[in-house]
């Protein structure tokens, strides 16, 4: 059995085409993950994609989740709200100043709470200034990301409000799979 994704790229091509976003009304910090940790990374993973079919990386192993992480350019941003982990940004140098947000989600429980704009706006300012922190980078020309329609109903209009702009979209079948979540049923409530 299959369904039909469809997949929305967005850009942006200048740092000022940002557009920040309301300040969450709790204590959200957002702060990167500097010591590379698999397990750290996986959590984040699971614990955002489980319910919107992120199945991707699923099958990674302990050593391809640490050498990705170690890659120069390869950055971990976590929103924490009172301290708990409410989402995150993972943002990917892809080489002539083109920088990709590869993952950027919201634990479930976090979400529809002003966090997700805030951090998007913080990490894609972080894309923007990504070569200031790694030597040897071109500074950032591009940012971009994608999203589907398996994605939050708030997602696109979030991207749009923070200035990102459509420039490719495809349709594809996907083959149905069973959503794991953080833990087995947890993506059907149980």
């Not at 967005?10 to 940002?18: C, I």
């Not at 319910?51 to 640490?66: E, F, H, K, N």
């Amino acid at each position: 059995m299959s369904i039909t994704v469809t997949t929305w790229s967005l850009e942006q091509t200048s740092p000022h085409d940002l557009r920040p976003a309301a300040e969450p009304g709790t204590d959200v910090r957002i702060v990167r993950a500097e010591v590379p940790s698999p397990e750290f990374s996986r959590y984040l993973y699971t614990a955002v994609g489980g319910d919107i079919r992120w199945t991707d990386r699923l099958g990674l192993t302990y050593a391809q989740w640490d050498e990705m992480l170690r890659r120069p350019g390869v950055e971990t941003w976590v929103a924490y709200e009172k301290g708990t982990p409410a989402g995150y940004l993972e943002l990917e140098a892809q080489g002539e100043g083109v920088v990709e947000i590869v993952y950027f989600g919201l634990i479930p429980a976090f979400r529809g709470r002003r966090i997700g704009g805030h951090l998007l706006a913080y990490g894609t300012a972080r894309a923007w200034d990504l070569a200031e922190r790694w030597p040897g980078l071109e500074p950032t020309k591009r940012v971009w990301l994608h999203t589907c329609s398996e994605d939050g109903p708030h997602a696109m209009d979030n991207y749009t409000r923070r200035g990102f702009g459509l420039f490719d979209t495809k349709v594809a079948e996907e083959p149905e799979v069973a959503m794991p979540g953080p833990w087995p049923g947890a993506a059907v409530g149980g």
